[in-house]
């Protein structure tokens, strides 16, 4: 079974500070992965997502996140963030190729900005 | 245009009662996911429907729950009887296919409260 470890609980960043959020999953075959975001009293919307080719995926709102197999990890990152950015933040794993489209999330990481 | 849509948005009800959470996919979406977020076990996968079949139930927690998609534009989530540790927030989501690369794009949930 997919497991997800998001080992950042809490963050906070003053503004214009550079981000970078850890995900690690633990499954050995191929994967498709996922950044949620969750702004407050909002419901969960896609960031970005990685199912195939390029490991360094670009979403929305100028995030970024990089697949990296060797260590399990698709760490979400901005280079500079904004007050905007406060939510709360889930990276998600699905196991490819096996048919089944249930997301394992992570425990989530919230972000907070001062502005 | 519309995005998934679930009611009722707050129950607050007691031990013992029956609760019907509903939800209505986005028009065209062909998997339905019912998710369920608390505090102790965060965002976990309930049950899901592809093209109003239940594909995978693993995750109901016994049977005081079941969920039925009568028709490919609304599902419905029951708990008979309700306890407090029901108390969670339960997530709608839809995916326009029924590929594991597909988004799921989640409605604003229902806030559920059982005293």
């Known amino acids: 079974a997919q497991s997800v470890s998001q080992h950042n609980h809490h963050v906070i960043l003053s503004e214009a500070a550079s981000l970078e959020l850890g995900c690690n999953y633990s499954y050995g075959g191929t994967v498709n992965l996922f950044w949620y975001v969750q702004y407050p009293g909002q419901h969960l919307q896609l960031l970005l997502k990685?199912?195939?080719?390029?490991?360094l995926v670009k979403g929305i709102k100028g995030f970024e996140a990089e697949f990296i197999k060797s260590k399990f990890s698709f760490n979400l990152r901005k280079p500079s963030v904004q007050w905007s950015d406060t939510a709360e933040y889930f990276c998600?794993?699905?196991?490819?190729?096996?048919?089944?489209?249930?997301?394992?999330f992570g425990t989530g990481t919230r972000l907070l900005v001062s502005p | 245009d519309a995005g998934v849509i679930q009611s009722p948005r707050h129950e607050v009800t007691e031990m013992g009662q029956e609760v019907t959470l509903r939800c209505k996919p986005i028009s065209g979406h062909n998997s339905l996911f019912w998710y369920r977020q608390t505090m102790m076990r965060g965002l976990e996968l309930l049950i899901y429907?592809?093209?109003?079949?239940?594909?995978?139930d693993s995750g109901m927690p016994e049977d005081r729950f079941s969920a039925k998609m009568p028709n490919a534009s609304f599902s419905t989530l029951k708990i008979q009887p309700s306890e407090p540790r029901d108390s969670a927030v339960y997530f709608c989501?839809?995916?326009?296919?029924?590929?594991?690369?597909?988004?799921?794009?989640f409605g604003p949930g229902t806030r559920l409260t059982v005293l």
């Open positions: 990685y199912f195939s080719g390029d490991p």
């Open positions: 429907f592809n093209n109003n079949v239940p594909i995978d």
């Open positions: 989501a839809s995916s326009p296919g029924t590929r594991q690369s597909d988004t799921q794009y």
């Open positions: 998600a794993v699905n196991a490819a190729n096996t048919g089944f489209q249930k997301l394992v």
